[in-house]
C-alpha cells in the first residue's frame, strides 16, 4: 500500500527547484549575482564580458537541478514514475553528500572561489543531501 506523498521528498524537490531558480537568477542578473553567488570572479568578468560559457553551464547546472526535482517528486508519489527512479534518486542523494563532505578535493579545480563559498556552498549541499536520503530511506520500498 502507498502511504501518499513522502514530505521530505517533496522538500528536496523545493530545495533543488530554489537552487535552479537561483543559478537562473545569475543569467537574470548578470555578474554581480554570480559574484554573490560564489561563482568566482572568472565567470562574473566572463558575464560582464558578453561571453557565452556563463550562461551556458548556468542553463545546464540549472536544467540538471531541474530534472533532479522531477525525479524528487516522482519519488514522493507526486509525478508518474519516472525511468530508473531508485538508482537517479541514489545517484542525486550521493551527489549532494559528497559535494557536501568531500569539497576540499574540489577546491583546488576552482581557485577563484573563497573558503567561505566552499563552507556555506557545502553545508547547503549537505543539507539537501540529508533531506533528499531522509525522503529515500522512507520511500524505499516503494521506489
Known amino acids: 500500500m502507498n502511504p501518499g506523498p513522502n514530505r521530505f ?25 554570480y559574484r554573490f553567488l560564489g561563482a568566482g570572479e572568472r565567470m562574473a568578468q566572463m558575464d560582464a564580458a558578453g561571453h557565452w560559457y556563463p550562461t551556458v553551464a548556468t542553463l545546464v547546472i540549472s536544467g540538471v537541478l531541474l530534472v533532479w526535482a522531477l525525479y524528487a517528486l516522482s519519488g514522493a508519489g507526486v509525478l508518474r514514475r519516472l525511468p530508473l527512479r531508485r538508482t537517479v ?25 573563497s573558503p567561505a563559498f566552499w563552507l556555506v556552498s557545502s553545508a547547503i549541499c549537505l543539507v539537501f543531501g540529508l533531506v533528499h536520503l531522509a525522503g529515500l530511506r522512507q520511500r524505499w520500498r516503494y521506489l
Open 9 to 33: 521528498l517533496l522538500a528536496a524537490a523545493a530545495l533543488d527547484v530554489a537552487a535552479a531558480l537561483l543559478h537562473l537568477a545569475c543569467i537574470v542578473f548578470g555578474a554581480p549575482w
Open 89 to 113: 534518486l541514489t545517484a542525486i542523494t550521493a551527489v549532494y553528500l559528497l559535494r557536501g563532505t568531500v569539497f576540499v578535493v574540489l577546491m583546488p579545480y576552482f581557485p577563484g572561489n
